[in-house]
């Protein structure tokens, strides 16, 4: 070999282990770039972010819903006290309409006679609303006087 032959490569690019240069080491090598760190972690956040986002939004839909049936049920226990308050002559019967009047001396009064069927002889200061008594003992509004809309909510109005 000749001596005065001089190696135009630098030796510092030069490896023993080329396959880990981070660069291509032969004319037919991949390209290889250095990845923008900032770009990939800006991407990485945007879907961390569309994930989560949509995940709260579930669990949000659902805590709605949780909430409408809580409302639900604090409305029957709210009725069915002030049915069980009130005076009744009989034992009612689950799944059967009943009615809920106000007596003349302010008291609550459940019947098993409508309001179409007293005729001219209402004995009653006002009709309150039409319930059902449900297998849980609680109480269903299948409606209410216009008036006390706000007290006797028509919970077929959820289902």
């Not at 190696?7 to 282990?17: F, L, T």
């Not at 989560?52 to 409305?75: C, N």
């Amino acid at each position: 070999m000749n001596e005065d032959f001089i190696n135009p490569v630098d030796e510092k690019m030069v490896a023993d282990n080329p396959g880990l240069m981070e660069y291509a080491t032969s004319a037919g090598g991949a390209i290889i770039r250095k990845e923008d760190m900032g770009k990939t972690k800006g991407k990485a956040q945007l879907a961390m972010r569309q994930q989560t986002d949509e995940q709260l939004h579930k669990i949000y839909r659902q805590m709605e819903v949780l909430a409408q049936q809580t409302k639900e049920i604090k409305d029957r226990i709210t009725i069915s006290e002030r049915i069980y308050d009130a005076e009744m002559g009989f034992e009612p019967i689950i799944n059967h309409q009943y009615y809920l009047y106000e007596k003349r001396n302010g008291n609550d009064q459940l019947s098993m006679v409508s309001p179409d069927e007293w005729g001219r002889s209402f004995p009653f200061n006002q009709y309150l609303a039409n319930v059902t008594l449900l297998a849980d003992h609680t109480w269903r509004v299948l409606f209410a006087k216009e008036d006390d809309r706000e007290e006797f909510v028509d919970v077929n109005s959820f289902d």
